[in-house]
Nanobody, 121 residues
Framework: QVQLVESGGGLVQPGGSLRLSCASS????????MAWYRQAPGKQRELVAG???????NYADSAKGRFTISRDNAKNTVYLQMNSLNPEDTAVYYC???????????????WGQGTQVTVSS
């Protein structure tokens, strides 16, 4: 199996920063795109940022200029550096990875269990 485990969430004051991490483990041959999504109460899950294995990135408009996604391919880990946080960023943040488990299998999407980020004074 494949497991994605997020860490780094918590309570932070407006204007503060947090760094989320997501480590992938298990039977992994290759990982293509890795991404962060978030879901606020009463809202649909939305893409925050994504990064390909080659390092190309994309961001939601709400994240541009404040968040930075990066990855360590050797560790199968993706990070999300979040700066200038505001209460609208409060949500459960989920890690997503497109994983190939062996050389002949298709890529399949896996999700982490989520980590809560709360921005409040």
């Amino acid at each position: 199996q494949v497991q994605l485990v997020e860490s780094g969430g918590g309570l932070v004051q407006p204007g503060g920063s947090l760094r989320l991490s997501c480590a992938s483990s298990g039977r992994i041959f290759s990982i293509n795109t890795m991404a962060w999504y978030r879901q606020a109460p009463g809202k649909q899950r939305e893409l925050v940022a994504g990064i390909t294995s080659a390092g190309s990135t994309n961001y939601a408009d709400s994240a541009k200029g404040r968040f930075t996604i990066s990855r360590d391919n050797a560790k199968n880990t993706v990070y999300l550096q979040m700066n200038s946080l505001n209460p609208e960023d409060t949500a459960v943040y989920y890690c997503n990875a497109d994983v190939q488990r062996n050389s002949v299998s298709y890529y399949r999407a896996y999700w982490g269990q989520g980590t809560q980020v709360t921005v409040s004074s």
